[in-house]
């Protein structure tokens, strides 16, 4: 069965400063990859998604991450973080053998200090 | 529409009411999705329409639980009996196809007391 784990619960970051939000899947096939963020009452918005090619991906707001296969990692980055960047950040994985149904983190979320 | 909406956006019941959780999803999107997300904690996938084929029902936790949906337009989410453990914020997405990106609604939120 696929999973996906993010291990750090809550991240403080400095404004200005650069991020790394970890996660790491379970798959039995070449997975597709998401990275999705929720802000407060709001619904998930998509930041960036790997299906194939290049392993490393531009997404909005500035954010991007890299697949690494042989680490079985998708870790998401911004290299300069803006206050509004607070939120909730979630990885998913689906595709393949799976169908259609995406499976998720737990989440990180992300605090900024002015 | 422009996005995927979803009504109503609270809900508060009786523990052993019945509720209805509606999903009207993007214009054109075949595929409409259910997930459950408990209070801190990621997406639970609960129940998948792709056009007229059969629903992917794998992800529902009771029989209390059930979806259906028109054509390829709304769906209705119903849970009968409802427990306390039933309140959580319940996410319909919707996308063009099957592996497609799905985009999210903004979630009803359901309090069971």
């Known amino acids: 069965a696929q999973s996906v784990t993010q291990p750090d619960i809550h991240i403080t970051v400095s404004e200005g400063a650069s991020l790394e939000l970890r996660c790491n899947y379970s798959y039995g096939a070449t997975p597709y990859l998401f990275w999705y963020v929720q802000s407060p009452g709001q619904g998930l918005q998509l930041l960036l998604k790997y299906f194939s090619g290049d392993t490393l991906v531009q997404g909005i707001k500035g954010f991007e991450a890299e697949f690494k296969r042989s680490q079985s990692s998708f870790n998401l980055r911004k290299p300069s973080v803006h206050w509004s960047d607070a939120a909730e950040y979630f990885c998913a994985v689906g595709g393949g053998n799976a169908g259609n149904m995406l499976t998720f983190g737990g989440g990180t979320r992300l605090m900024v200090k002015p | 529409g422009a996005g995927v909406s979803q009504s109503p956006s609270n809900k508060v019941t009786e523990k052993g009411k019945d509720v209805e959780l509606r999903c009207d999803p993007i214009?054109?999107?075949?595929?409409l999705y259910w997930y459950r997300q408990r209070l801190g904690q990621g997406l639970e996938f609960l129940i998948y329409?792709?056009?007229?084929?059969?629903?992917?029902k794998s992800g529902l936790p009771s029989d209390r639980f059930s979806a259906e949906r028109t054509g390829e337009s709304v769906s209705t989410l119903t849970i009968q009996r409802t427990q306390q453990e039933d309140s959580a914020v319940y996410l319909c997405a919707s996308s063009r196809g099957f592996q497609e990106t799905q985009y999210f609604g903004p979630g009803t939120r359901l309090l069971v007391l």
């Open positions: 329409f792709q056009g007229n084929s059969a629903p992917d």
């Open positions: 214009s054109g999107h075949t595929a």
